[in-house]
T-cell receptor
Framework: SAVISQKPSRDICQRGTSLTIQCQVD?????MFWYRQQPGQSLTLIAT?????????ESGFVIDKFPISRPNLTFSTLTVSNMSPEDSSIYLC???????????FGPGTRLTVL | DAKTTQPNSMESNEEEPVHLPCNHS???????IHWYRQLPSQGPEYVIH???SNVNNRMASLAIAEDRKSSTLILHRATLRDAAVYYC?????????????FGTGTRLKVLA
């Protein structure tokens, strides 16, 4: 299993600013994933972040809006840039290894944009 | 990506069994069936997964249809703590991406 922490747990931000969310894992993992969960909705995958390579973004998400860093095997950041109220969501990171393994999810970061 | 279809919501009485269905008619031979649940204000947590055979663990059982086009998550005795959104997800082991594509899930309400 893996224990994942996220910082901050929640934040309230002003329109036009940026917020960087941190994801820390207690063990080395190959793959990390970032999800967005809009109010009352399911999870939507933003991107896959592997250490040593650029993140792979899903359709509808772009690097300029959601830049991701993956400096080592236990840490990643997601930045939500130039925020608007539509970015108000819960952002979650998860880690997973082999295809048949489970994924472990962080507790999420609840973002409110005014 | 293969898709799953689940009822939006279900109700169960406490201490009774719950059968949560999932349809995945476009499943491929290399897709694993994973179930996760999300308790209020938490990230999703793993419940169970399988490929072809039925699976049991301490949390639940997974019954997979012979043609693999549907599956059922079985909670043997629902408790109030089992109230959550349950997601049925297909995961392709050959794509190399290992990503999950979440569907809408089933919101389970447990009545005391």
């Amino acid at each position: 299993s893996a224990v994942i922490s996220q910082k901050p747990s929640r934040d309230i931000c002003q329109r036009g600013t940026s917020l960087t969310i941190q994801c820390q894992v207690d063990s080395q993992v190959t793959m990390m994933f970032w999800y967005r969960q809009q109010p009352g909705q399911s999870l939507t995958l933003i991107a896959t972040a592997n250490q040593g390579s650029e993140a792979t973004y899903e359709s509808g998400f772009v690097i300029d809006k959601f830049p991701i860093s993956r400096p080592n095997l236990t840490f990643s950041t997601l930045t939500v840039s130039n925020m608007s109220p539509e970015d108000s969501s819960i952002y979650l990171c998860s880690v997973g290894g082999r295809a048949t393994d489970t994924q472990y999810f962080g507790p999420g970061t609840r973002l409110t944009v005014l | 990506d293969a898709k799953t279809t689940q009822p939006n919501s279900m109700e169960s009485n406490e201490e009774e069994p719950v059968h949560l269905p999932c349809n995945h008619s476009t499943i491929s031979g290399t897709d694993y069936i994973h179930w996760y649940r999300q308790l209020p204000s938490q990230g999703p947590e793993y419940v169970i997964h399988g490929l072809t055979s039925n699976v049991n663990n301490r949390m639940a059982s997974l019954a997979i249809a012979e043609d693999r086009k549907s599956s059922t998550l079985i909670l043997h005795r629902a408790t109030l703590r089992d109230a959550a959104v349950y997601y049925c997800i297909l995961r392709d082991v050959t794509s190399g991406t290992y990503k999950y594509i979440f569907g809408t899930g089933t919101r389970l309400k447990v009545l005391a």
